[in-house]
């Protein structure tokens, strides 16, 4: 039974009934929170009677270890444990001459092991058909792919038009959403530009899509969860082994899967699956919410982990023990803001002795990258901003030079700083396309451009490409391509020495000044706020 109504997928799940019914495997592929899992068992309810023995389910989303694979199947079909015969064998003599569909979802968590267990029941049975869900496709010569995409959404400027929400899948998820949580909710001409405006930014995905709340912002910001980056002790939890124990001092930053391509390379923040984890679904790996509100769960683990409580529930990837005499208010800012600023220095852009930097925008990120810079050999760093306390604070960390952008030629004097040379690196982390011009404008020969700041999603900037012919370089940077448990301790051992003035970022509210905070931090009043309970 379905919780809530499933909407669009006409041509997919017309596509897929023809391909299962021609071949005995078929690959539902496509990125995270396209849909593949509700598409899956959709199709599955749906020609449920073609299968004599029935359609099961194998949900792999949390199984992380290949020998898991077997039994997790095994346990969906009910089949007992037979002792010390491979688990393979047994559920190969369970499925043969069997008539059933078996769904295996989510097996880019374990693709190796999904491909050989189906490799091995299709070779050895004439019956079983499977429906397999993931991000790639598993490589088995039977295998039928069916790309997923993500649901229609009308093109910018798309006027109104009666039936939109039936032409675009995205629109109709929005609005039957929303009309769950705010009774009569329809789109029409005074809402339809929002609306289409939000899907299109969400990209169409539905995992994307479907937390929204009527008024198009996330139940994450509704919970008074925005933005948390915590510190913690830990309590006492589960069993089995784990990296800290109760009383520790721990610092909590970005979640990760830890077992795709990025993150065995040592890349977390370019997880496969950080967006769903980070920012997207709100919920445990295993699905299940973390918070509610009048009996309904609500977006929350932001971050792995939001923070804007007494008490969090934090993956353990999240997690980074530090010492015991370690002051948490203080060091609350590395986990986030300050670990982008050092990272994108000292990860990315790795600038040589005597280099020249500039950074546009002076906020947490920026300033960061000044103090990053000081502990470098480089000839000039110029801070760029339109507000002078934070030019001024900006000198105070590290920045040789100053530009106020509301009231200096920024081009101009980036030319006179740099004798006309431009810059050899530049931080952009204000988000507006048009200072990321401007950074790009002003860099010299082979020089590089970190992008920091996230604009809306499709926004576009216009760039002079005969200037790339001399080497430029842009670089899209998520957390200073970070690996947290590596940089972090090296940034609290920084503030122990005296050389990472995080004290002059932060500003303490109560819980109570939670409003007053984000309203200080928006208007260039505090750079970092930190709520303390």
């Not at 949900?59 to 346990?75: F, G, K, N």
């Not at 995992?207 to 139940?219: F, K, M, Q, V, Y």
């Not at 300033?367 to 470098?376: C, E, G, N, P, Q």
Request: hydrophobic fraction near 45%.
């Amino acid at each position: 039974m379905e919780a809530t109504s499933f909407v669009g997928r006409r041509y997919e799940l017309a596509e897929a009934k023809r391909l299962l019914a021609a071949a005995r495997l078929v690959t539902l592929t496509g990125p995270g929170g396209v849909g593949k899992t509700r598409l899956a068992a959709r199709l599955a309810q749906q020609i449920a009677r073609a299968f004599a023995d029935g359609v099961w389910f194998v949900q792999l989303a949390a199984v992380q270890d290949d020998a898991i694979v077997p039994h997790a199947v095994a346990d969906a079909l009910g089949i007992r444990d037979e002792g010390d015969r491979p688990p393979l064998d047994v559920l190969v003599e369970h499925l043969a001459g069997r008539r059933l569909l078996l769904v295996l979802d989510n097996c880019e968590q374990v693709p190796d092991a999904c491909a050989t267990l189906i490799g091995t029941v299709l070779a050895a049975t004439d019956g079983p058909r499977v429906l397999a869900t993931s991000r790639h496709r598993l490589g088995l010569a039977e295998e039928h792919l069916l790309p997923v995409p993500p649901l229609r959404v009308p093109a910018q400027g798309t006027p109104l038009q009666q039936g939109d929400s039936d032409e675009f899948a995205a629109l109709q998820l929005f609005a039957d959403r929303a009309a769950a949580v705010v009774p009569g909710f329809a789109i029409g001409a005074e809402n339809h530009a929002a609306v289409a405006r939000l899907c299109r930014r969400l990209d169409g995905l539905p995992l994307a899509i479907e937390p929204r709340r009527a008024d198009g912002r996330h139940p994450l910001q509704a919970a008074g969860h925005t933005r948390p980056r915590g510190r913690r002790r830990r309590r006492a939890g589960g069993g089995g082994r784990h990296k800290v124990a109760p009383g520790d001092k721990v610092l909590l930053s970005f979640t990760s899967c830890g077992r795709c391509g990025s993150c065995r390379a040592g890349y977390p923040a370019y997880c496969d699956t950080w967006l769903t984890r980070n920012l997207l679904s709100g919920l445990r790996d295993d699905g299940t919410p973390t918070v509610h509100r009048d009996g309904i769960a609500i977006g929350a683990h932001f971050f792995g982990q939001s923070s804007f409580a007494g008490h969090a529930l934090a993956d353990e990837r999240a997690v980074v023990k530090v010492g015991i005499d370690a002051d948490l208010a203080v060091l609350a800012p590395l986990s986030c803001g300050v670990l982008t600023g050092f990272g994108t220095m000292w990860n990315v852009l790795r600038p040589a002795a005597g280099s020249t930097l500039a950074v546009y925008g002076a906020g947490a990120v920026g300033l960061s990258a000044v103090m990053a810079a000081r502990l470098l050999p480089l000839r000039a760093v110029v801070a760029v901003d339109r507000v002078p306390e934070r030019l001024a604070l900006a000198a105070e960390l590290g920045a040789t030079y100053t530009v106020d952008a509301a009231t200096e030629n920024v081009d101009a004097r980036i030319s006179e700083i740099t004798g006309g040379r431009g810059v050899d690196h530049a931080v952009e982390t204000s988000g507006d396309p048009t200072v990321l011009r401007t950074a790009v404008d002003a860099l010299g020969i082979r020089g590089t451009c970190a992008v920091v700041g996230e604009p809306p999603a499709g926004t576009e900037v216009t760039l002079d490409v005969q200037g790339f012919m001399f080497g430029k370089r842009i670089v899209g940077v998520t957390l200073g391509d970070s690996e947290p448990e590596t940089l972090l301790p090296v940034l609290v051992t920084l503030h122990r020495q005296g050389r990472l003035p995080l004290e002059r970022l932060v500003r303490y509210y109560s819980l109570d000044e939670l409003n007053a905070a984000a309203e200080d931090m928006h208007a260039g009043r505090v750079v970092k706020p930190v709520v303390r309970f």
